[in-house]
């Protein structure tokens, strides 16, 4: 499979566990990012890197919330003290910087749900 | 910083006819992309078409057209002879073009299909 992966897929959690989140990249694209979406609506721009470097980082993301991406290659996304509120799912994205359509290609997502 | 309308949370239609899905925006960009993408029930999203506002010709995939009004910041989705695959969540989105390539979207239209 060529696509973007993302795991886990569902994680279930008691509240103020820390979770995090891979995301595998489709393997030549150098632009990644994550968004967050909640029931009923859409999705909500979280970060982007291109390469390794964090280009720019949503007020969303509070102090709780870390992503990298050491290599340029997979990226992680760690929240630290769940809670309720954090409860979405989390959208990896992938997509060339001289791709000049825009274009964008998801994973499935990674469900959390905080007990 | 653009924002997305979308003002029809639920819509229906039959199969083989065909339905319009409503979407404005509103950017001080001048140069930027459109998108429709369809995410269906607990799958990947999935780009459905897209329009670069500096082209004057609406965009057309197969059964999927846009009717692009860029004075009025408008962005309908045509979907002609309805199939029961269609049955998806719709969101529009919009990217500017250059460097900072986040997507912005809207809160989506879920469409319904009946036999």
Known sequence: ???????????????????????????????????????????????????????????????RFSAERPKGSFSTLEIQRTEQGDSAMYLCASSLVSGMTGELFFGEGSRLTVL | AQTVTQSQPEMSVQEAETVTLSCTYDTSESDYYLFWYKQPPSRQMILVIRQEAYKQQN?????????????????????????????????????????????????????????
Not at chain 1, 12 to 29: A, L, M, W, Y
Not at chain 2, 94 to 108: D, M
Request: contains cysteine; proline residues 2%; aromatic residues 10%.
């Open chain 1, 1 to 63: 499979d060529t696509g973007v992966s993302q795991n886990p897929r569902h994680k279930i959690t008691k509240r103020g566990q820390n979770v995090t989140f891979r995301c595998d990249p489709i393997s030549e694209h150098n632009r990644l990012y994550w968004y967050r979406q909640t029931l009923g609506q859409g999705p909500e721009f979280l970060t982007y890197f291109q390469n390794e470097a964090q280009l720019e980082k949503s007020r969303l993301l509070s102090d």
């Open chain 2, 59 to 115: 965009a057309t995939e197969n059964r999927f057209s846009v009717n692009f009004q860029k004075a009025a910041k408008s962005f309908s989705l045509k979907i002609s002879d309805s199939q029961l695959g269609d049955a998806a969540m719709y969101f529009c989105a919009c990217r500017r073009t250059g460097t900072a390539s986040k997507l912005t979207f809207g809160t989506g239209t879920r469409l319904q299909v009946t036999l």
